[in-house]
């Protein structure tokens, strides 16, 4: 009877801490996913060498509301910037021609990091429902300057915000609600 209790015990605890964590996919995933259920996609485009986007992946990802916000909201995609994923997007396939597998820290740009406008690490990168393009978001972020990014295109606010002028009013005017 206690191994049956300590069995259902961790079955709980592995599905609570799994629970609390980004669904991150592939972009070939997301988009698969976005044809059979329209969902607007986020991506975080890093590298293996980057500090800064360690810091996001422990300080920001790692927040329950920047999670839960995420994983409600869209399609979360994990992009090694400087990787050899093969992606098709778009009717066109993406790859990293001069990756090396031996190399440690930099390796050679993915064509679809040049292709998102990706310049700098960590580089967030939002597209809309239908796959379309909306803008990279660079650098990194706590959970609350995140935040206004991830609800300005989950509420389709960004279609109302055209001016530098009408930015900083919607920015003076958020009311953030994620815990530090």
């Known amino acids: 009877m206690k191994k049956l209790l300590l069995f259902v015990f961790l079955i709980f605890s592995v599905s609570a801490i799994q ?3 980004i669904k991150w996919m592939s972009m ?6 976005q044809k059979k259920n329209p969902k607007k996609i986020f991506v975080d485009a890093y590298t293996t060498w980057c500090g800064p986007c360690k810091m996001l992946d422990r300080n920001t990802f790692s927040n329950k509301d920047v999670i839960q916000y995420i994983n409600k909201h869209f399609y979360a995609v994990k992009f090694n910037a400087e990787g050899n994923e093969v992606i098709n997007f778009k ?12 190399k440690t820290g930099r390796n050679s740009v993915h064509e679809f990091t040049q292709a998102m406008g990706v310049s700098a690490y960590p580089t ?3 597209f809309d429902e239908n796959a379309g393009f909306l803008t ?9 300057k995140l935040e206004i990014f991830l609800k300005i295109f989950a509420t389709d606010d960004y279609k109302k915000v055209k001016t ?6 919607y920015q ?9």
Request: no cysteine; charged share 35%.
């Open 19 to 21: 629970a609390q964590e």
């Open 28 to 33: 070939n995933e997301a988009l698969k996913a």
């Open 91 to 102: 009717d066109k396939v993406f790859k990293n021609p001069g990756y090396d597998p031996n």
């Open 124 to 126: 967030m990168v939002f």
């Open 164 to 169: 530098d002028e009408e930015w900083k009013k």
């Open 172 to 180: 003076e005017e958020f009311e953030g609600t994620f815990s530090s």
């Open 136 to 144: 990279p978001v660079r650098g990194y972020l706590t959970p609350q």
